[in-house]
C-alpha cells in the first residue's frame, strides 16, 4: 500500500517511530556490512546504520520521505522504489527494516520475502520489526465499531501477522530464523490531540471516499471511546505490539 506522506509532519511528530527502531540496529551482528534500510522513510535510521561504521543504503516507495531523507543526509544514497518490487544492484550483507512491513498485503509478503532473499548474500541478514498480531487493536476495534454505527465498514488496513505465521513465510522462501519475538510495547503519542492525529496520519485508506466530516466524527468517536483504555496522566498511549525478527540467508 502507497500513501501519500507529510514528511514534514512525520519527522516532526511521529520521530518515536525511529527512536524505537534504534535498538533493533543492535540485533545486526558484524560491522562495516553492506546494508540496505528497506523501507527507510526519512532516512533517520539510515543515517544511524552509517554512523555504526555500516556501508548503508537506503530505499523507499515515497517521494515526498525519499526527498526529505536526501536533503537530510545528502551523503548517503536512497533509491524510489516499491519494497515487493526492488531490484538491486550489488548484494548486501544485510536487510535493516523498521516499522514498514505491515504496509504490505498478506499476500504479497513472500513476493517480498523473495526480493530480499535475493539481495541478501550467502550468509546475510534480514533484521526487522513490524506490527505483530494484536497491534492498535483497541484502536482498529474501536474504529470498526464508530464506522458500522454509521453503517460503513472499516476494512482493516494493516498486517499484523502472529509469529508462527511469518516465520513459516520466511522458512518457506528459503530463511533460516534466528530469532523472532512479539512483543507488547506500548507507545506514547505526542499532543493532547495524538490519537486522532495518530489515526489521520497512519488510517488513510477506511476513510477514502467518506467526507471530511464524516471522518471527522468517527475518529472523535473513536478517540472518545479508548479514552479510559489509552489516555493517562494527560498522554495518549497507542496499544503497539511488535513482531522483532533476525532470518539468515543460508550459505
Ligand atoms: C506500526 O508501526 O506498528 C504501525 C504504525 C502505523 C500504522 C500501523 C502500524
Known amino acids: 500500500m502507497n500513501i501519500e506522506w507529510d514528511a514534514e509532519k512525520y519527522t516532526r511528530d511521529f520521530s518515536f517511530v525511529s527512536q524505537y527502531g534504534s535498538s533493533l540496529l543492535d ?29 548503508a543504503e537506503g530505499l523507499d516507495a515515497s517521494a515526498e520521505l525519499l526527498q526529505a531523507a536526501r536533503a537530510s543526509y545528502p551523503e548517503l544514497r536512497f533509491t524510489q522504489a516499491d519494497a515487493v518490487r526492488f531490484q538491486t544492484n550489488r548484494t548486501f550483507d544485510a536487510v535493516f527494516s523498521n516499522a514498514v512491513l505491515h504496509w504490505i498485503e498478506r499476500e504479497k509478503q513472500p513476493q517480498l520475502i523473495a526480493h530480499v532473499f535475493d539481495a541478501l548474500k550467502p550468509g546475510g541478514q534480514f533484521v526487522f520489526e513490524f506490527g ?7 484502536i482498529h476495534d474501536a474504529l470498526r465499531r464508530a464506522f458500522e ?16 505465521e511469518y516465520t513459516s513465510l520466511l522458512e518457506q522462501g528459503g530463511f533460516l530464523v534466528r530469532s523472532a519475538l512479539l512483543l507488547d510495547r506500548p507507545t506514547k503519542l505526542t499532543g ?11 488510517v488513510k485508506t477506511p476513510f477514502e471516499g467518506l467526507s471530511q466530516t464524516l471522518a471527522e466524527e468517527i ?33
Not at 42 to 54: D, F, N, P, Y
Not at 149 to 164: L, Q, S
Not at 192 to 202: A, H, K, N, V, Y
Open 219 to 251: 475518529i472523535q468517536s473513536a478517540a472518545a471511546e479508548l479514552n479510559a483504555a489509552l489516555y493517562h496522566d494527560r498522554n495518549w498511549y497507542a496499544d503497539y505490539v511488535r513482531l522483532r525478527c533476525k532470518a539468515v540467508k543460508p550459505f
Open 132 to 138: 505483530g498480531y494484536g497491534n492498535n487493536a483497541r
Open 27 to 55: 540485533w545486526i551482528d558484524g560491522e562495516n556490512l553492506a546494508v540496505l534500510d528497506l523501507g527507510c522513510g526519512s532516512g533517520v535510521l539510515t543515517k544511524a546504520l552509517a554512523e555504526r561504521g555500516h556501508d
Open 149 to 164: 454505527a454509521r453503517n460503513r465498514t472499516y476494512v482493516m488496513p494493516f498486517y499484523f501477522p502472529k509469529i508462527g
Open 192 to 202: 493532547e490531540d495524538g490519537l486522532c492525529d495518530w489515526i489521520r496520519m497512519f
